[in-house]
Structures are given as C-alpha cells and as structure tokens.
Nanobody, 123 residues
Framework: QVQLVESGGGLVQAGNSLRLSCAAS????????MGWFRQTPGKEREFVAA????????YYADSVKGRFTISRDNAKNTVYLQMNSLKPEDTAVYYC????????????????WGQGTQVTVSS
C-alpha cells in the first residue's frame, strides 16, 4: 500500500502563489511517476502536471504551463507543485497520485491517490 498526503492548499487572491506538497509513504518502488490533478464540482478530474522518477521529465497541462512548476525530492518521497500567477479558474481540489505507467496524463493510469487539498483563488 502507498499513502499520499497533500498539504499547502488555501485561499489566495488572484496573482498570488501557493506551493502544494505531497508526501508519499508505504511500498514505494523505484521508477514511479508523480502527478497532480484537480477537480471542481460537477467536472471530471483533470491532469495538471507530472514528473518522472528522476525529475528529469516534467509535463504540464496547457492551462498551467509557464505558471506552475512540479518538482520532487526523492530523499523525502515528496513532490511539490509551485503555483504562481494564480487565477480564479485554478480554484479546485488538488490531488496527487502515483503511477508506473507512461500515460502520465491519464487519470485511470494512477493507482494511488491522496485525499486532496482545496485551493481557492479569489478575484
């Protein structure tokens, strides 16, 4: 089993920044990709960003490219999502997840999920 715990969400004004963290524990194996997704009520969970095992490969949704940065610290089994220039449309519950699949953008490829952290951006 793998446990994921997100933190760092909150309420911010548009244009400001937040950094989300996701701490992983349990039966982790080398080579897993970490991803961030977000979801708003009535909508499907959508891909935000992902990072490969060694941090050398990062992937972003077009909507966040240039504003969000994903990174990881394998010594701490933690992945981060630095969110800058936040917009009201970034308001959502943000989830981190792990996958060993190459389909980093596909929500169904992820086997373990955190409980989510709420991010609210006011205009």
């Amino acid at each position: 089993q793998v446990q994921l715990v997100e933190s760092g969400g909150g309420l911010v004004q548009a244009g400001n920044s937040l950094r989300l963290s996701c701490a992983a524990s349990g039966r982790l194996f080398n080579g897993y990709t970490m991803g961030w997704f977000r979801q708003t009520p009535g909508k499907e969970r959508e891909f935000v960003a992902a990072i490969g095992w060694n941090g050398g490969n990062t992937y972003y949704a077009d909507s966040v490219k240039g504003r969000f940065t994903i990174s990881r610290d394998n010594a701490k089994n933690t992945v981060y999502l630095q969110m800058n220039s936040l917009k009201p449309e970034d308001t959502a519950v943000y989830y981190c997840a792990t996958t060993y699949s190459g389909s980093y953008y596909n929500v169904d490829a992820y086997g373990y999920w955190g409980q989510g952290t709420q991010v609210t951006v006011s205009s």
